[in-house]
């Protein structure tokens, strides 16, 4: 590489990877977004470090696992020792910008004070578009107070996300912000941007109508597991079901599920409308070749399937794929489809790659990222990632190490993990008495994960396998003992 790309990392919030017309959702529609993986590269096993979303994000951001960062709960605050990716970018001659959310901590704190090593020059944070909480960094709200002083009074006196008009809508104002940012880009500095949006997060019904309008709902999918045996899932799961903050499925009506879904959708069509903005800014400032697009989300969000709603102690790929598309023309093939697996936070060592950054300074920095460009050496994009297993970890206690906050909180205490290779994925959850219980799925046969292999003795062997291989990678520094 002669020149430093320019690198704009676009992250949603919650959003399913079956959530695009590429991949396989025809009754979306996305098209800027799938325009985008027909000029790139579209990964279809990208996973999550956690399913919710303060240890993504902070796996994101740190290039590390929660084993090393140590942020569990939803609540939690990253230990100040940790240094976000920017500010290696910023050592590279990078200028740096945040618009939107970050929430490696409690959002409370962020609300008050920054992370000290977030290595951001421009930070236009907003956590999300309820304003729950009054915050000196809000620029949506100081955007607001000049183009929708009304708007703002409401969100302000009802503190909960109310529908917005799309001229007004968080989504809107990150991807205003972001052109901003791009037409005003320092000439002498390549750039990193990180447009971070809060949707398509619940509440599902603050999408404006005329989006919701826009998705062929003749053909949405029916929800997978209808008939499943809450009886019969393994008591963390039941537990989660039961007594978290969105708890109890079956208080909802199959027409508040369909609402729930059409909201959730129609979210992700205004996404896909202001990416596009985005893009064209890129191409009217004559940049889109020096520029990498990388297009990810923390987690999933179960929407009814498998009778489970949002996100929490759950593992189906519901929760736990996301989507990951990256457009870097010249130095990705346009069309190319990666089956390898991939996780959330490799994308913080395949930035520093892009930027110049050492294979072994990077491997210093994050030892657990893998660059999803070049695997071993440069950027060979036909190389598959070294990553034999995708792990996802939910560690609730149920205690949250945030100041900000008591030390109880909506979530109840669940340890649970996940391992996958290229087949088979094992969900592992301790429960006190209930002892170990498990999930097996044959990802190739059943792909929807609504036959427990994991009583199969014909797959002992493949249990077995996962089950150490988890061990090894979590029993000394994650888990008490006894709960192997």
């Known amino acids: 590489m002669n020149q430093a790309p320019n690198i704009l990392l676009i992250m949603t919030d919650q959003q399913r990877y079956d959530s695009l017309g590429c991949y396989g959702a025809d009754f979306a529609h996305t098209p800027r977004l799938d325009r985008m993986a027909s000029e790139g590269v579209r990964f279809e096993h990208c996973y999550c470090n956690n399913p919710i979303c ?107 996300a109310a529908t917005a ?79 978290s903050y969105m708890h109890d499925y079956i208080n909802y009506s199959e027409q508040d599920i369909i609402n729930m879904r059409r909201g959730y959708h129609g979210s992700v069509s205004l996404i896909d409308e202001k990416v596009g903005d985005v893009l064209d800014a890129l191409e009217e400032q004559g940049i889109t070749d020096n520029t990498l697009v990388i297009f990810v989300s923390d987690h999933g969000d179960m929407l009814g399937d498998h009778q489970l709603l949002v996100k929490g102690a759950f593992f189906y790929d519901a929760c736990t794929r996301v989507p990951l598309l990256m457009r870097w023309p010249k130095h990705l093939p346009a069309g190319q489809v990666r089956s390898d ?87 592992v959850y301790w429960n006190g008495a209930d002892g170990v219980q498990c999930q097996l799925f044959d990802m190739l046969q059943d792909p929807n994960e609504v036959n427990d292999l994991s009583n199969d003795t014909t797959r002992l062997a493949v249990k077995d396998c996962l089950m150490n291989q988890l061990q090894e990678l979590v029993k000394a520094q994650f888990f008490m003992s006894e709960c192997w």
Not at 58 to 86: C, I, R, W, Y
Not at 352 to 364: K, P, R
Not at 365 to 378: D, R
């Open 54 to 160: 303060t240890p993504s994000r902070a796996s994101l951001m740190t290039g590390h696992s929660l084993m090393t960062h140590n942020v569990h709960q939803l609540h939690s605050d990253l230990n100040e020792q940790f240094k976000l990716f920017p500010s290696y970018l910023q050592s590279l001659g990078y200028h740096t910008a945040l618009v939107g959310k970050l929430h490696v901590s409690s959002w409370k704190t962020e609300a008050q004070q920054r992370h000290p090593h977030d290595g951001f020059d421009d930070y236009l944070w907003c956590h999300d578009p309820t304003l729950a909480i009054d915050s000196p960094f809000n620029a949506y709200a100081k955007w607001l107070a000049d183009k929708a002083p009304d708007y703002l009074a409401q969100l302000k006196a009802k503190r909960w």
């Open 165 to 243: 008009p799309a001229d007004w809508h968080m989504t809107t104002w990150a991807s205003e912000q972001t052109i901003e940012l791009i037409r005003n880009r320092p000439g002498n500095k390549p750039f990193f941007i990180k447009m971070s949006v809060f949707d398509p997060h619940n509440p599902y019904d603050k999408c404006p109508k005329e989006y919701a309008a826009k998705l062929d709902m003749s053909k949405m999918p029916k929800r997978i597991g209808m008939d499943t045996d809450m009886s019969k899932m393994p008591k963390g799961i039941q537990q989660e079901h039961h007594d």
């Open 341 to 427: 697996l991939a996780q959330v936070n490799d994308l913080a060592a395949t930035i520093l790659a892009a930027a110049g950054m050492s294979d072994e300074a990077i491997a210093q920095a994050m030892a657990e990222a893998c660059n999803l460009l070049a695997p071993q050496t440069g950027i060979d994009t036909q190389s598959k990632t070294p990553r034999e297993y995708a792990v996802c970890h939910y560690l609730n206690t149920g205690l949250s190490s945030a100041s900000t906050l008591p030390n109880r909180y909506f979530d109840p205490p669940i340890y649970a993990s996940m391992i996958r290779d290229d087949r088979h994925k094992l969900n």
